[in-house]
Structure formats: C-alpha cells, structure tokens
C-alpha cells in the first residue's frame, strides 16, 4: 500500500512539472540513470547513436530512462539483463529495449493504463501499475509519442517518437 501511495505522490509531481524544454542529451542522461540503476556494472547495456541533443524536459527524460531500464531490471527472466538504448536519427525515435520476457501485443496498450500490471513475477518490489502511466504522461508533456514496438521479439522495445532534436 505504501509503494502505491509514493508512485500516487511521484506522479502528481511529475504530471505538475513545470519545468521548461531545453536541449537535453540522451547519452549523458542515460549514463546518469545507469550510474543509479547499475552502479556495477552488471548490465550488458549497449548505447547506439546516443550523442544527440533533443528538445526535453530534462527531469523528465531521465525519468522516463529510469523507469523504463527499472523495470527491465525488475521483470528480466534472463541470467543476465541486456538493453540497448538507441536513437533513429532519421525517423527522430529513441528506443529501449531488452531481453526480458516481452509483452503480449493484446496488452501492449493496456499497460499504460492505471493500475495495470501484468502479474509477471519480479525480481524486487511488485509494481503498483503506475510506473508507464507516469512514463506516457511525461512523454505526452513533451509532445512525444511511446508504444511498444510489436515487432519486437527479443524481449520488449519501447519507442518514443515524434521527438525535435536540438
């Protein structure tokens, strides 16, 4: 009860950001995360084409970086967890992606909802099904879209597109 009452409080201060959009870089945002998430170094994460400034609310890049490489850490049923985190520069997209057990495409949108979860056993604390509703809100405050990419069969790859590079 109280994990769900802390991602309430996070998300009703995530949603009221008021902080501006500013030219942001993926990479040093990402190595901030994992320097949190991984400090040492156990991942196998893999950085592509990262070196790139877009229009963001820096707060919540890292946010959004953070919750989605967490919850690789947390539903990975491998021996070891792999993400590789990379940028399209043609189709302006930034993707995560990782060697877990996937998600099914009948739950692919539903997951965004509140208070969805989809039982998968953890490898921490159980979710409380507000982490991708906060991770879409903050993704939708910045004029970006994120899905899951269907096609996708090593695992699950988020994508968040539409982004304005700097």
Do not use: W
């Amino acid at each position: 009860m109280m994990a769900l009452i802390e991602d309430l409080l996070k998300y009703t201060r995530e949603i009221s950001l008021k902080e501006l959009s500013t030219p942001v870089n993926i990479s040093e945002t990402a190595q901030k995360v994992l320097t949190l998430l991984d400090p040492e170094n156990k991942m196998d994460v893999n950085f592509i084409n990262l070196n790139q400034n877009i229009i963001f609310k820096p707060i919540a890049l890292q946010q959004i970086i953070q919750n989605l490489i967490s919850n690789s850490i947390k539903y990975n049923n491998k021996e070891k967890t792999k993400i590789v985190i990379a940028f399209d520069d043609v189709k302006k997209e930034l993707s995560i992606s990782d060697n877990g057990p996937g998600i099914q495409i009948k739950y692919q949108e539903k997951v965004f909802e509140f208070f969805q979860t989809l039982g998968n056993k953890s490898n921490g604390d159980s979710g409380t099904g507000l982490g991708l509703t906060i991770v879409k809100k903050l993704v939708e405050k910045n004029q970006a879209e994120i899905f899951i990419n269907p096609y996708y069969t090593g695992g699950v790859q988020f994508v968040i597109s539409k982004l304005v590079l700097a």
